[in-house]
């Protein structure tokens, strides 16, 4: 999606279409710093051990004999969550780090883990800040309801697959 866009808007400022003072105006910088300093959040809740702890004490109020995939499919739930209040790249720099932590203590295996973080902060069927259901919603006309009762399972089927799949090959 973000290569099309990218081409479109490209093949715009070659044609006269959009000029250039336009397209820097269109930007929301709040959108770009905010992406910015997620980047270092997820460094420093790794490098400073908040990871660690937050995976320990997870694991912590879990009992014994927990199933993986089940912790598979919690994780895969809040990045959705996550994603659904920050962006899909917001929610993989702040999940990826606590994830892998989540599968060393629990002695997973920790790419399936980052993984299923990666593909499940992409699960937002439910609103149109995915990029793809915006383009979807305007022209059919869905209001946010009708993304909500159709997104809603289809999320939990993605979710599903994505668990069951990595746990096939990982």
């Not at 093949?11 to 269109?26: F, H, K, Q």
């Not at 879990?62 to 994780?75: A, T």
């Amino acid at each position: 999606v973000a290569l099309t866009l990218m081409t479109g808007v490209a093949g715009m400022l070659l044609t006269g279409v959009l000029r250039m003072d336009e397209a820097y105006a269109a930007i929301s910088w709040k959108t770009v710093f905010l992406m910015a300093c997620l980047i270092p959040l997820g460094w420093a809740m790794d490098s400073s051990g908040a990871a660690a702890w937050m995976a320990g004490h997870t694991l912590e109020q879990l009992p014994d004999g927990f199933p993986l995939w089940l912790l598979q499919l919690l994780i895969g739930l809040l990045t959705t969550a996550f994603s659904l209040a920050i962006s899909h790249v917001g929610a993989t720099i702040i999940m990826v780090p606590i994830a892998i932590n989540i599968a060393l203590a629990a002695g997973g295996d920790p790419t399936a883990f980052a993984l299923i973080v990666a593909l499940s902060a992409s699960n937002n069927l439910m609103t149109a800040s995915n990029p793809v259901m915006s383009m979807i919603t305007g022209p059919a006309n869905y209001t946010g309801r009708d993304l909500w009762r159709v997104g809603g399972p289809l999320s939990l089927l993605y979710l599903a697959i994505i668990v069951v799949v990595i746990n096939l090959m990982y």
